[in-house]
């Protein structure tokens, strides 16, 4: 590789982040722009009267190569800390009392969640076959599941991981795996039972642990540790203005009266920030720019706020032997769930305290999100009070208010992004990496931005 072969990453979130370093450590020369006056994006933790809290992610999946090889490289597994046992248990509210989900299919015969009715139809799920056009999760899951399997098993679990809505968002997007279960079995149950016993008889990479993990000082250590390792390539408070295109690896990014010339360009940004950059690229009017800046504008992005509270133990009658509590949305809530995080990982709370935190917001509750910060701090409370056995109010509440928290992957979006990178195939050294594009978990981005770098790699070798 040649000295003058660099790249630049737009955007410091953790997908721009781990892109740059994982390209770095293949030799590039990287710098990356971030608009805001730090970098991490919506990785916040923040300590405050002793207590350790997150204002975004809250933990990661240990099932990702990227994530294994981003721990070697910034040697950070002994700040690991694994999530105390209780982690396993989830909770649903249903009819105002809080059911403990059940974790075994022995468990979902037995549960109150299902009625007889219920139990039935899910047990008839291997009679059903494959879908011929594209469904949303609420259609694959009726049709496979039963509609009450959608309504308390499934419904919260979309609100939890999308705050979206189950009708809107595509199975083949936004569950894939799920997805897959049919196409390769034509049965969900039947492929789940053959994929558990193909990983019980198959050696598991010891790196891959699939252990809920945090880091000591909370999430910010993972982007904290990134931002030293890349040191001086990162610069802050840049906010780009346009791109050019002059030819076969030839980019020009403007911030004001600075220019940057690099031969690869990642947009590592949400994906309304890709069709505002892209906007003055030439195209030989071929009109490539403007499709691929419609299909981007089409990813939505709901409002979420994450709420934060504060007790005294004895103020909560619910044990808090959780990861915490998801709320369906036929329970006519507010609130999409709760976790317990001092009850998840020891010592982020002082003694005889425990907190809370809280999601109010996301596609199908945009109305919350034009209230005051005190009113939605307050239906959080009288959400979960009796859910949890809450008397009196918190120590303190500190409310995150995310304007476009988590993009939906909405009935097209696998197409739409394929017409999206076909519209743009022919700007060579341009790369698209944001939660939008492959994946909205922690593990997914950094294992995108991992997979970037190797793919890169190849092009120059």
Known sequence: MTDNRNLLVIGGGISGLASAFFLQQKGFKVTLLEAAARV??????LEHNGFLMERGPNSWIHNRHGMAQLLDDLDLHDE????????????IAQNGQLVALPDSIGGILTTPMLNLRGKLRLLAEPCFGRATHEESIA??????LGSQCLDW?????????????????????????LYALETKYGSLMRGGVVQLQQTRRQSRDPALTGAMLSFRRGLRQLTESLEQQLGKVIHTNVEVDRINYGGKLSWQVYSGDHLWQTSHLVLAVPANQVARLISEIDDNQNGTIKQAQAYLRAVEYPAVASINMAFKRHQISHPLDGFGALIPYREQRRTLGVLFPSSVFTGRCPKDTCLLTAFIGGARNNEVMTWSPARRQQQVHNDLSDLLGIIGSPLWVEESFWPQAIPQYTLGHLQRVEQIEASLANFSGLYLRSNWHDGVALGDCIDNAWQLAQQAAREYD
């Open 139 to 144: 259609e694959f899951i009726t049709r496979r």
């Open 153 to 177: 098993l499934v419904d919260p679990f979309v609100s939890g991981i999308y705050a979206g809505d189950p009708k809107q968002l595509s199975v083949q997007a936004a569950m894939p795996k």
């Open 40 to 45: 991490g994006g919506n990785i916040q933790s």
């Open 80 to 91: 690991c800390v694994m999530a105390n046992s209780v982690a396993k248990r989830r909770y």
